[in-house]
């Protein structure tokens, strides 16, 4: 049984993406890989700046759709 916390996964994450320079998605699954753990898993231990910088990684890559922001 895996038994990762989420502070640590996150931790991770922050210091694979700044140690290669890939993007939050590679580091996610190269992680994934290593802990030998499913994506769907993962996604429980993600903190919320993490899900945050994903989902922008996202939108800038055409992945996700821009979201549209009134100005403030």
């Not at 502070?7 to 699954?29: H, M, N, R, W």
């Not at 994934?32 to 996604?43: I, L, N, S």
Request: charged share 25%.
């Amino acid at each position: 049984m895996l038994t990762i916390k989420s502070e640590e996964f996150s931790l991770e994450i922050e210091e694979l993406v700044s140690k290669t320079q890939d993007g939050y998605l590679d580091a996610i699954l190269e992680l994934c890989v290593k802990h030998g753990m499913e994506p769907e898993f993962a996604a429980s231990l993600l903190s919320k700046s993490i899900i945050e910088k994903l989902h922008s990684e996202g939108v800038n890559l055409n992945i996700l759709p821009k979201t549209s922001k009134l100005p403030v």
